[in-house]
């Protein structure tokens, strides 16, 4: 996430608290089901499982007018939501969006970015709801399928198992930082700031060949990979930083927004072959699942603590 702007605190211990507390309030889903805790919560339905999702975004906290544009603004809220579907190895069926505080000319930038993603990933928007509000807000739900197949949850993780990213990171985070020098910047680093891409395809792929846990990478490698490897009750040691082009690896460990997935498979599954296969880019590997939950390491030192937690 982007932060221009933290939020006063209003719940004693931030993000992760608050995600607990409600966990407790919302009690125990049915068998079969995930609700509070994962990418994407899980439901029983009638042909297979499905995922459901939501996201925020609200300018002055996750995004900045003069950095992006609206239509910018609505591809990185569908796109982010969609990264959750792929996280779980699942593919969009429908989108409701809730927009707040946009007006007339901001409402048709936003639908450009919008239905441009939505074309992108094969995901329509099927309504909404609109407010007035002093800040503009961007809030998606995604529907989604797994076809059949069991969702990559962020527990499956197992000592011995190899880690694996679908690409490079670092970027977005490094583009953020181009803009804030001179907000007419261009290159790709820009672009995957301003648009990033949901690994749907990857996603599958790695829930196909048999991922054991997977997670997309939100708020930096440091922070959601503590997130997989806290739900497995495992821990993880890293073997080198895959840093993209012009980031440093402050920005690979803890810039955050890359979307890339993190998955965790087993060192017999041929994961590079198996992606090749399906005409994607062979991930990354990055280290390996250990069994004491309290290693968390890069290159044999403590893994730095970097990520982006919302104070709330
Ligand atoms: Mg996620």
């Known amino acids: 996430m982007v932060r221009a702007v933290s939020g006063p605190t209003s719940f004693s211990g931030g993000e992760l608290a608050a995600t607990e507390h409600l966990a407790a309030l919302l009690g125990s889903p049915p068998r079969?089901?995930?609700?509070?805790?994962?990418?994407?919560?899980?439901?029983?339905?009638?042909e297979g499982p499905l995922l459901f999702a939501t996201d925020l975004l609200v300018e002055g906290v996750h995004f900045e007018r003069a950095l992006s544009?609206?239509?910018?603004?609505?591809?990185?809220?569908?796109?982010?939501?969609?990264?959750?579907?792929?996280?779980?190895?699942?593919?969009p069926l429908a989108a409701v969006v809730a927009l707040a505080g946009a007006s007339q000319p901001d409402l048709d930038s936003l639908y450009e970015g919008l239905l441009e993603a939505s074309r992108a990933y094969s995901c329509p928007l099927v309504g909404g709801d609109l407010s007035d509000s002093p800040v503009l807000v961007v809030s998606i739900a995604v529907l989604?399928?797994?076809d059949g197949r069991p969702p990559v949850l962020r527990s499956g993780a197992r000592p011995g198992e190899r880690l694996f990213v679908t690409g490079t990171l670092g970027a977005a985070a490094a583009g953020l930082r181009l803009l804030r020098v001179d907000p007419a910047a261009t290159g790709e680093l820009v672009g995957a700031h301003r648009r990033p891409r949901p690994r749907l395809g990857e996603g599958i792929a790695a829930a196909s060949?048999?991922?054991?846990?997977m997670i997309d990478l939100s708020d930096g490698l440091g922070l959601d990979l503590a997130?997989?490897?806290?739900?497995?009750?495992?821990?993880?040691?890293?073997?080198?930083?895959p840093a993209c082009a012009g980031a440093t690896e402050e920005e690979a460990l803890g810039g955050g927004e890359d979307y890339e997935l993190l998955f965790s498979a087993s060192p017999e599954i041929d994961v590079a072959g198996e992606f090749a296969r399906l005409g994607l880019r062979p991930p990354i590997e990055i280290g390996q699942v250990v069994a004491d939950p309290a290693t968390r390491t890069l290159d044999g030192e403590p893994l730095p603590r970097a990520g982006y937690l919302h104070r709330l």
């Open 144 to 146: 989604g399928t797994t």
């Open 227 to 241: 997130r997989l490897a806290a739900a497995s009750s495992v821990g993880v040691a890293l073997e080198g930083l």
């Open 209 to 213: 060949l048999g991922a054991s846990a």
């Open 32 to 46: 079969g089901e995930v609700w509070v805790g994962d990418d994407a919560a899980v439901l029983s339905g009638r």
């Open 69 to 91: 544009s609206c239509a910018d603004v609505g591809w990185k809220a569908l796109a982010s939501n969609l990264s959750d579907l792929a996280a779980m190895g699942g593919r």
